[in-house]
């Protein structure tokens, strides 16, 4: 394996980029080379041939692939080349491109979300017990930046509570399906190399079995709507986050709830800054940007467009980066939050205002699945 000289982004600007690395370009490609070894196994076994080939991404070289990628506006061409050396000619056969681009980024997108998944759980939980210490606790609210009325902490608390079981549940809806339809989507490649007109949906079922993908049963190379509801799903945890964040921020600012670390000035000393919740509002800022990229792109056209589906890849990736950060973020946030706000004395038998959306927000939490999407 060679290293790619000169690597464009290590994080610079993106401050808490550790948790978004994966979905980096080492975990896509691990995730291209797993389709290509499940489908050389399918396929092997569906023709009745032999074949105990590895296929190693370790063993790739990186500027070879580049190159390649750069003369031929996709990164599978090279690709399959490079593991055809390793494997031999039955690597890639029946397959496009497209299959393997679209199989991996459903790998990687379902890993990402899962484990943005588990972070939100863990958020969550924290905002439970708070919510539940101060669901008597007064707290003026606003509306349109103005003072409002007054309700509690813990109904604002809870409030966050919904807005992560919202997120949650939007993950737990999304599929993550295999894509499997050779160069122009209709399968016909698959039975005319295996003299069977069932082979690419048996081809289907084995691989996506293999790889933990859904078996969508037919192959979706111009219907987009897969891609926007993993999409929706990582905005969503972005939207969640950038919520959370703004309520963390204004809260700090009036001291009510601050991190215990806080980040530095290059300027002010003095400064503790809500560093996680700058960050949340600013994931949730930017996330809508490379949704609306997919959502434009899954305008397709023939059997594959002309840059629609290419305009996809790092949109597609950005959105589930900015998933994993802000369900970190969050996350940390939750574990690093200190109430100042003191609590109400229990002198009366009538329940606080807000108590039951306190209640129903925490209710609901616990109503979701434990552990992870089966």
Same mark, same amino acid.
């Given at each position: 394996?060679?290293?790619?000289?000169?690597?464009?982004?290590?994080?610079?600007?993106?401050?808490?980029?550790?948790?978004?690395?994966?979905?980096?370009?080492?975990?896509?490609?691990?995730?291209?080379?797993?389709?290509?070894?499940?489908?050389?196994?399918?396929?092997?076994?569906?023709?009745?041939?032999?074949?105990?080939?590895?296929?190693?991404?370790?063993?790739?070289?990186?500027?070879?692939?580049?190159?390649?990628?750069?003369?031929?506006?996709?990164?599978?061409?090279?690709?399959?080349?490079?593991?055809?050396?390793?494997?031999?000619?039955?690597?890639?056969?029946?397959?496009?491109?497209?299959?393997?681009?679209?199989?991996?980024?459903?790998?990687?997108?379902?890993?990402?979300?899962?484990?943005?998944?588990? *972070?939100?759980?863990?958020? +969550? @939980?924290?905002? %439970?017990? #708070? &919510? =539940?210490?101060?669901?008597? !606790? /007064?707290?003026?609210?606003?509306?349109?930046?103005?003072?409002?009325?007054?309700?509690?902490?813990?109904?604002?608390?809870?409030?966050?509570?919904?807005?992560?079981?919202?997120?949650?549940?939007?993950?737990?809806?999304?599929?993550?399906?295999?894509?499997?339809?050779?160069?122009?989507?209709?399968?016909?490649?698959?039975?005319?190399?295996?003299?069977?007109?069932?082979?690419?949906?048996?081809?289907?079922?084995?691989?996506?079995?293999?790889?933990?993908?859904?078996?969508?049963?037919?192959?979706?190379?111009?219907?987009?709507?897969?891609?926007?509801?993993?999409?929706?799903?990582?905005?969503?945890?972005?939207? *969640?986050?950038?919520?959370? +964040? @703004?309520?963390? %921020?204004? #809260? &700090? =600012?009036?001291?009510?709830? !601050? /991190?215990?670390?806080?980040?530095?000035?290059?300027?002010?000393?003095?400064?503790?800054?809500?560093?996680?919740?700058?960050?949340?509002?600013?994931?949730?800022?930017?996330?809508?940007?490379?949704?609306?990229?997919?959502?434009?792109?899954?305008?397709?056209?023939?059997?594959?467009?002309?840059?629609?589906?290419?305009?996809?890849?790092?949109?597609?990736?950005?959105?589930?980066?900015?998933?994993?950060?802000?369900?970190?973020?969050?996350?940390?946030?939750?574990?690093?939050?200190?109430?100042?706000?003191?609590?109400?004395?229990?002198?009366?038998?009538?329940?606080?205002?807000?108590?039951?959306?306190?209640?129903? *927000?925490?209710?609901?939490?616990? @109503?979701?699945?434990?552990?992870?999407?089966?």
């Amino acid at each position: 394996m060679t290293a790619v000289a000169d690597a464009f982004d290590w994080g610079l600007l993106e401050p808490a980029g550790r948790a978004g690395s994966v979905v980096s370009d080492d975990r896509i490609l691990d995730a291209m080379v797993e389709l290509e070894s499940a489908h050389l196994a399918a396929w092997s076994s569906l023709i009745d041939v032999e074949n105990t080939a590895t296929l190693d991404a370790t063993a790739l070289d990186r500027d070879a692939l580049l190159r390649e990628s750069r003369r031929s506006g996709v990164p599978v061409v090279g690709l399959a080349q490079a593991l055809r050396q390793q494997g031999g000619t039955l690597v890639h056969q029946g397959m496009t491109s497209q299959d393997v681009v679209d199989s991996a980024l459903m790998m990687v997108s379902r890993d990402a979300l899962t484990g943005a998944r588990d *972070a939100l759980r863990a958020a +969550g @939980r924290v905002f %439970a017990a #708070l &919510a =539940r210490e101060h669901r008597g !606790t /007064p707290f003026a609210v606003r509306t349109l930046s103005q003072e409002a009325e007054t309700t509690t902490l813990g109904a604002v608390i809870g409030g966050w509570l919904d807005v992560v079981s919202s997120a949650v549940e939007t993950v737990d809806v999304a599929e993550f399906p295999l894509q499997l339809g050779g160069a122009v989507g209709d399968g016909e490649a698959f039975a005319r190399l295996a003299g069977r007109p069932d082979a690419a949906a048996i081809l289907r079922r084995r691989i996506s079995a293999a790889l933990g993908l859904a078996d969508p049963g037919r192959a979706w190379h111009t219907d987009r709507s897969p891609v926007l509801a993993v999409a929706r799903a990582a905005a969503s945890i972005c939207s *969640a986050g950038g919520r959370v +964040g @703004r309520d963390l %921020a204004l #809260l &700090a =600012r009036d001291g009510v709830a !601050t /991190p215990l670390h806080g980040g530095a000035s290059s300027a002010m000393p003095h400064k503790k800054n809500p560093v996680d919740a700058v960050l949340l509002v600013a994931n949730g800022l930017r996330v809508s940007g490379p949704v609306a990229v997919l959502q434009v792109a899954s305008l397709s056209y023939d059997a594959r467009p002309a840059g629609e589906w290419h305009a996809e890849w790092q949109a597609w990736r950005e959105t589930l980066r900015l998933a994993a950060e802000s369900a970190s973020l969050l996350q940390n946030a939750a574990d690093d939050l200190v109430i100042q706000a003191r609590r109400a004395p229990a002198t009366t038998t009538t329940a606080p205002r807000g108590a039951r959306e306190v209640d129903a *927000a925490i209710a609901r939490f616990e @109503r979701l699945r434990e552990g992870d999407r089966s």
